[in-house]
């Protein structure tokens, strides 16, 4: 079963700008859909975008034109470029597969100072 690890994240300033990186053990072709999820203090975790194998993506609306999901199959590596951040976004970032969800890693902090 291929494990996730998420990092890349940190603080930054509100219009800053972050790449954090989920790191599949093994290899993600096959694997349909790998999402970005995201959980501040007090609140549900939300899923923020998914890519497809296909590359096709989605994003929740809250990041929709800020945010950028991506994956480099070569690598076993999804991306989330983050840009234009708000304290909003402030947040512990997870990936996972919404297809089937596996157990939650430690994932990477980001926080966005106002």
């Known amino acids: 079963q291929v494990q996730l690890v998420e990092s890349g994240g940190g603080l930054v300033s509100a219009g800053g700008s972050l790449r954090p990186s989920c790191a599949a053990s093994?290899?993600?072709?096959?694997?349909?859909?790998i999402g970005w999820y995201r959980q501040a203090p007090g609140k549900q975790r939300e899923l923020v975008a998914v890519?497809?194998?296909?590359?096709?993506?989605r994003y929740a609306d809250s990041v929709k034109g800020r945010f950028t999901i991506s994956r480099d199959n070569a690598k076993n590596t999804v991306y989330l470029q983050m840009n234009s951040l708000k304290p909003e976004d402030t947040a512990a970032y997870y990936c996972?597969?919404?297809?089937?969800?596996?157990?939650w890693g430690q994932g990477t902090q980001v926080t966005v100072s106002s």
């Open positions: 890519i497809s194998s296909s590359g096709c993506t």
């Open positions: 996972n597969l919404p297809n089937e969800l596996r157990s």
């Open positions: 093994g290899s993600i072709v096959s694997i349909n859909a």
